[in-house]
Each structure stands twice: as C-alpha cells, then as structure tokens.
C-alpha cells in the first residue's frame, strides 16, 4: 500500500507503524528483563540503564546495539529534567564513544571548537547551508524580514507564518565533500525550560541550526506544543541522517527514511540514490532502540488515538 498524498492521512498511516522501516536490532531482550538492578557503577536500582552514570545493567551489557556517529554530541540537560522522562540516556548508552551529558548550568566552553547548536532560534541556518559552506553572517541579512503577528504568548521563532529562507524546506544534494562540524549541541528539556538555557551567553554565541520539520513520536505530552516537537533522540536522529544525505547520500533500498520527511521533500530524494556503502541505510537508526520499546510497551496499554501527544496539531 503506497502512503496517502495528503499529510494528515499520510501520517495517520505512518502512525500505524511509525519504526516501519527502520533499521533497529531486535529489542525483545528488553521486554524479557525482569524486575530492576544494581547499576554497577553507583548501585542504584535501575532497569535498563543508570541514568545517572550511562551505563547499562550488567545483564544487558554487552549486549546492545553501539551506534557510531560521524561527530561527537553534547547534550545539555536541564537540572529539573526528570530522568526518568528524559531520552537523553538513550544516546549516551547507545553512543557512548560519541555522547556526553552535561547538566547545565554546568557545561564546557565551546570558545574553541567547531560546534553547532540545533536550537530554532530566529538566526538558525538549515543544514544544507551548514554542509554546503554558506557564511553564517551573510544568512543573518535573510533573518530580518518581519514576522506577521502571532497571538500573545507564541514564540516567534517556532511558530512564524512568514518563514525565513534558512527555515524553508531546501533541496538535497550530494555535494559537500567533509564534515562541518566536530560536535553538535542538544538541549533536553522542555519548550520553556530551553529557551532559559538558550539565553545563557556561553550557549546564544554558538551557530544555531534548525533541522527539516518530523512528526514525533514521543508519548510525552507538551501542553501547547506542536507534533513536530521531537524528543531529543529523535533530533538527534533526525540531524544525523540529514548531514549524512548531503555527504554521502541515500541508499535507494532504505525504507525509513519515509518516516523522517514530508511527502514534498521524500519527492526530491531520487538525486541522492547511490549504491555506495556510505550512502544511508540505517546507520543511526539503533538510537531509537530504547525508544521503539518505550514505545511499544505504552501502545500495548494505551490506545494511540487517546494519548494527549498524538492528539497534538500537525504543522507542515
């Protein structure tokens, strides 16, 4: 069954099986875990990971999926962050060659390196300008066009009606030839709580970069917040596959990558279609390990359709 033409209907069906596609390695040894344990580090009662320390329990170690990450990735977390809520963890044990956490206000200085923040701030740059070289003081001149006027209390830089030319969807294209970057920054918190952090001058002097708009599937709910608000390994997710489809392409036989794009945009991809063992085929999908059983285990007691954040609005 070929997917819908029209969006709603579009990602109705996706939700139906949102990881179709995707390359994730069997998780059934979650669901058979029984009980807690001892972290081995802190010894505290943990299930799957300490959250404190990112380490899995023994009885899963050396048993998950390790993703490798072209560059390395700092999470800022904010302190009142409930862990237990937070997806951060995930690409720390997941990752852990690439990942760090931080819980701010405690945070390195990044003075010196060439690091990126994906924040959507009003002078965010798209990852295509980031690959492809373009001067961030030049794309500052095209941040300045106004805004039509929003109701009292919405944030401009996320929900705009006139968008700038850095935030519109932008052709893919093969053609950068090295990485940008060395690090990338998230930040895990809530809508409000980020904005806080991002006023902080160490984090506002850092190139912000927004990623292309991707349904969540996150089963947190954020009152007032739109669907394409992505738990923070979803966005973590999201710019790994869009940096890797500028350098080195999509593999034609990759069938998640539906999952991750608008039907306008998935409409473009034929230009990045290659063969070569570079080109994507899942190579960052075993991030949403922990996530597609989180997942999974909510939908087996809560019905989709009656889970305030997937009743949240769609934004295209």
Known sequence: MSNPKCEESRQSYIDKNPFDGFTI?????LEKLEGRHPCPKCGKSRKFY?????????????????VKLPFKIDIIKHKHEIDGKSTAGHAAILANDNVTIYIYPNIPDYDEENVVLIFPSQNAISVSQLVNGCNYEEMLKYQQESLDKLPKGYNKSTLMKIIPKTRQEYEFNVKAKKLPITKAVFIDSTWNQSKGIYKDERIKKITCVVIQNRISQFWRHQKGSPRWYLATVEAIHQFLIEVHLHLWGLNPNYNG??????????????????????????????????FQHMYDLIHKYYNHEELYAYKRRLMY
């Open 25 to 29: 390695d069997d998780n059934s040894i």
């Open 50 to 66: 300490c959250y404190s320390c990112y380490v899995p329990i023994l009885e899963l170690e050396g048993k998950l999926p390790k």
């Open 257 to 290: 990558i539906k999952n991750c794009f608008t039907e306008k945009r998935l409409s473009q991809f034929k230009c990045l279609y290659n063969t070569d063992v570079l080109a994507y085929n899942g190579q960052y999908d075993n991030l949403l390990y922990f």
